[in-house]
């Protein structure tokens, strides 16, 4: 699995529609300082599902959204697309070529697609589980990140280390089947207090 190519339309400083594409060997994006190079990597960010516009150097989630500039009116939505070769099929769904997009508009309203359908944000988490690729994957380290993961808590470079080793999806799912379990030791609880009433 590969990253094929990143479109954009609309974020940020992406007012013109752009498309990246990414060929074997390793493609370095260059230019001066506040022409955009970080903003790649946050659309990337937010494509892959990240709500803390903290994360995306914004204040609210309309500023990821082009606000304009002196010969240019602000958009009124902004579109990111990543395209990712599939054919070793790392990903769990059925097609060589996925594309994740994701778009927003300023009444608030958003959308996940995934190869064109409209999707969850839990699906599209749930696609990049224990893949590394993930909002909270390690495959974006931002500046300043290494140093956090180096001073941060056991249990968060531990997170880093589950993801790494492919267990996310098992402790995501036994915690869904602890808490199906407690709800239902309640459940339980409730009906043998009814049947001592009864009886
Ligand atoms: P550096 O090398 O200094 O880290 P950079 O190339 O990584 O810079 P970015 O931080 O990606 O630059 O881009 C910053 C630019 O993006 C600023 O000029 C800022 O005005 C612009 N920008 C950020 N959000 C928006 C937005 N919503 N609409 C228009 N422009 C935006």
Redesign the pocket.
């Known amino acids: 699995m590969y990253l094929k190519s990143i479109e954009i339309h609309g974020?940020?400083?992406f007012?013109n529609k752009i498309v990246f594409q990414f060929h074997n060997g390793i493609t370095g994006i260059v230019?001066?300082?506040?022409?955009?190079?970080?903003?790649?990597?946050?659309a990337v960010r937010w494509v892959l599902g990240e709500q803390r516009i903290k994360q995306l150097?914004?204040a609210s989630m309309q500023?990821?959204?082009?606000?304009?500039?002196e010969t240019r009116k602000?958009l009124s939505y902004?579109y990111v697309a990543i395209t990712l070769d599939n054919s070793d099929h790392q990903l769990a769904i059925d097609y060589d070529e996925v594309t994740v997009a994701r778009r927003i508009y300023r009444s608030g309203e958003s959308e996940y697609l995934i190869n064109g359908t409209p999707c969850r944000l839990k699906d599209v988490n749930e696609l990049f589980y224990d893949t590394g690729i993930g909002k909270e994957g390690y495959s974006i380290i931002g500046?300043g990140q290494i140093d956090k993961i180096l001073s941060g808590k056991p249990e968060e470079r531990r997170e880093l280390f589950d993801e790494a080793a492919g267990i996310v999806k098992f402790k995501r799912r036994k915690a869904a089947a602890q808490t199906k379990l407690e709800n239902e030791k309640q459940n339980l609880v409730r009906v043998n207090d009814i049947l001592s009433e009864l009886e």
């Open positions: 974020f940020k400083s007012a230019g001066p300082n506040g022409s955009g190079k970080s903003n790649v990597a946050d150097r914004g500023d990821v959204i082009f606000s304009g500039t602000p902004a500046q």
